[in-house]
T-cell receptor, first 115, second 110 residues
Framework: NAGVTQTPKFQVLKTGQSMTLQCAQDMNHNSMYWYRQDPGMGLRLIYYSASEGTTDKGEVPNGYNVSRLNKREFSLRLESAAPSQTSVYFC??????????????FGQGTRLTVV | GEDVEQSLFLSVREGDSSVINCTYTDSSSTYLYWYKQEPGAGLQLLTYIFSNMDMKQDQRLTVLLNKKDKHLSLRIADTQTGDSAIYFCAERNQGGKLIFGQGTELSVKP
């Protein structure tokens, strides 16, 4: 079972460069999420997608864009990377976004450094 | 707004009980979760509680929910060195957002 797969695992960017973090899940989940994890800040929601074709801003969306390409894939794009975007990024998916209990499954994370 | 708060560190001796606390602000929370993160890994669900419950027990884990005070706790009985990790409290609101706290780093000393 692959679960949630993120690529790449590590990336170093120069300030101003762009890149796309890829995420795919094979559990037929409706909802997908992108978080960033910083020391002492926990996980902060960047964007989420309740279902295919919809995306919504989370707590810290500035500087990011997302695309829910299909039900399996949810990508996160940094158009012009800044040192403040140095972080560990996690993608997650869950069965539904409504009131029904749903466990969120996480990828292994992407460690991004912007120099 | 939505906010989830936890203390950042907890240190206990092996065999003792650990209690990790969490407070949240969103009264529309439907489910509350505890996740565990080991070094270099993603998050794994430990347990969850529905917002109309007061307590849930699952082997060594006990979750207590005080909905009036918006306070959630996780008790780990007979804490082992393998329990050393970061523990995250999270809430899911009716809109489907899943909001996490800062995480509590649990250190278990032999």
């Amino acid at each position: 079972n692959a679960g949630v797969t993120q690529t790449p695992k590590f990336q170093v960017l120069k300030t101003g460069q762009s890149m796309t973090l890829q995420c795919a899940q094979d559990m037929n989940h409706n909802s997908m999420y992108w978080y960033r994890q910083d020391p002492g800040m926990g996980l902060r929601l960047i964007y989420y997608s309740a279902s295919e074709g919809t995306t919504d801003k989370g707590e810290v969306p500035n500087g990011y864009n997302v695309s829910r390409l299909n039900k399996r894939e949810f990508s996160l794009r940094l158009e012009s990377a800044a040192p403040s975007q140095t972080s560990v990024y996690f993608c997650a998916s869950s069965e539904a976004s409504g009131g029904r209990n749903t466990e969120a499954f996480f990828g292994q994370g992407t460690r991004l450094t912007v120099v | 707004g939505e906010d989830v708060e936890q203390s950042l560190f907890l240190s206990v001796r092996e065999g003792d009980s650990s209690v990790i606390n969490c407070t949240y602000t969103d009264s529309s929370s439907t489910y509350l979760y505890w996740y565990k993160q080991e070094p270099g890994a993603g998050l794994q669900l430990l347990t969850y509680i529905f917002s109309n419950m007061d307590m849930k027990q699952d082997q060594r884990l006990t979750v207590l929910l005080n909905k009036k005070d918006k306070h959630l706790s996780l008790r780990i009985a007979d804490t082992q060195t393998g329990d050393s990790a970061i523990y995250f409290c999270a809430e899911r609101n009716q809109g489907g957002k899943l909001i996490f706290g800062q995480g509590t780093e649990l250190s278990v000393k032999p």
